[in-house]
């Protein structure tokens, strides 16, 4: 530590009494390294050479695997080692003391009323109480005079000192590299560190992957200005990474491992690239360039417990690579169990004893579950394909001439959508008959209107003239008025043309015309005689 002036101890303690003679008993200690602040064209040199430089672990581990020369000129802090006391493990004061370190290096501590603020930069390191020999006393300094001798414990500067009494520097921000396991990761998780790196390789002695996790501090103030949601652009391409391994070099990882390092990567993306990320959605172009209809086929007769499922196993790789990259959105849903077994199967390519064993989940339930996955992915490709179809429906609908009545179209293709338009039974049985019963009622009432139109109904009329109506008003008064039977008088009016006379004259008429008809028909047969001979 003396040698290493980058090194700082940081310790958690319990209250302090004032009046007490001995040191506290430390709760949690945190060892950091600061740092960063690398220069661009350092990083671009050693870059171009494909080497790396020693000491700053973590800024030039991140610039040679993500090939950023902006990263290392960053400033930060990485935790190389932290312990709990065995008597308070598990208690939460790691993570209490690792809050209290953001904390620190966010300035919340520091009274900037003091002195002239909080440092921005590495450079300036110097420590509170330390008297430095200077080069001309070092000269003079010989270790036959020298006094070893106990110092005065008033002049030695103090072990401990309280965070508001310690100038912190400001960082961009903090990172951890460790071995993989469980435990760890869960703690650095649940502390809010997001996975940037992780060695293909483990290590020979422990058997253990080494993991790189950044958490990223306010630097909106600082100098140095970082590149905004530089964590983001991180965490976005290591998920893709490391889903993309799975069925590599990181085989052996566990699915709850796996699945626990991939919902940390998509932990620390940015509301606004999980939303760019939604608003791209898996379409029917994506579908037709990574399934074909065989496919599909396929994917549906086992949704349908049709097939067994070694037939769609094929399928499976590129289903899982697009659902953990966020492609399908809200649209396909899983659960916790769910979203493990398609990462077993799928991207890690196990079988499913190996599942079965990992999840401690019987065969039958795994596979059970596996359908209802496959399932929910066949009825997402089937609406794909059916909105597809709805729109080209729609584009190739032919728009023909409107029929004056009612404004309506004949003869327009109906629109899948219109449920009213694919109604065979608009109207009820009752009402068609209604409808047909009037259609009759009325063209029979159009028939008869035209054959009394037809008919002479001038022998109806009614004779008469105003003279003779008015007379037979005026006698109606007078035996209204005279009472008694007379009441009861018939008034009769002359009618001129009367039917009785009609008929007559009809009558006669008509045997005229018979009369006639037999004289001539008479004639007739007289003369043929004449010419035959015969009499």
Known sequence: MSDAPAHQVFVLLPPIDPAAASLPEPLCAIQVCLEGEISRQAVMNALGRGERNEGDLIPWLVAQQYQDEDFAALSGARVVRIATHPDYASMGYGSRALDQLRGFYQGQFYSMQED???????ADNDEHGLQRISDRELEAADLHRDL??????????ALFLRLPEKKPTRLHW??????????????WKRAGYVPVYMRQT????????????????????????????????????????????LSYSFKDFTVMLAMAILDAAKAGRSAESLAADAGAEYSRADLNRDFNGYDLKRLESYANHLLDYHVVLDLLPTISARYFDSRFGPSVSL???QACILLGLGLQRKSVDEVEKELNLPSRQILALFTKILRKFSNRFRELETKAIEKEFDAERMIVDTADVGGSRTGAKRSLTDEAAWDPTAKSMEQDLAEAGREVTD???LKQREMI?????????????????????????KAAQSGGKAAQSVVSVKNQASTKKNKLERSVAKD????????????????????????
């Open 335 to 337: 659960s916790g169990v």
């Open 202 to 245: 483990s290590n020979e002695l422990t058997g253990e992957y080494t993991c790189v996790m950044l958490n990223e501090l306010p630097s909106a103030d600082l100098a140095v200005r970082a590149k905004e949601h530089w964590l983001d652009a991180f965490a976005r391409d290591f998920h893709h990474r490391f889903a993309t391994l």
């Open 148 to 157: 070893v001798d106990v110092r005065d414990p008033a002049s030695l500067p």
């Open 116 to 122: 002239g603020g909080i440092r921005s930069t590495l």
């Open 174 to 187: 903090l990172g951890v590299s460790y071995g993989l396991t469980p435990g760890l990761h869960k703690f």
């Open 453 to 477: 139109d037809a008919m002479d109904l001038s022998e109806y009329a009614i004779a008469g003239d105003n003279k003779d109506w008015e007379s037979a008003e005026s006698q109606i008064k």
């Open 512 to 535: 005229l015309v018979k009369a006639e008809e037999a004289h001539s028909q008479k004639n007739k047969k007289s003369k043929t005689s004449k010419k035959t001979g015969k009499f």
């Open 443 to 445: 063209e029979f009432k």
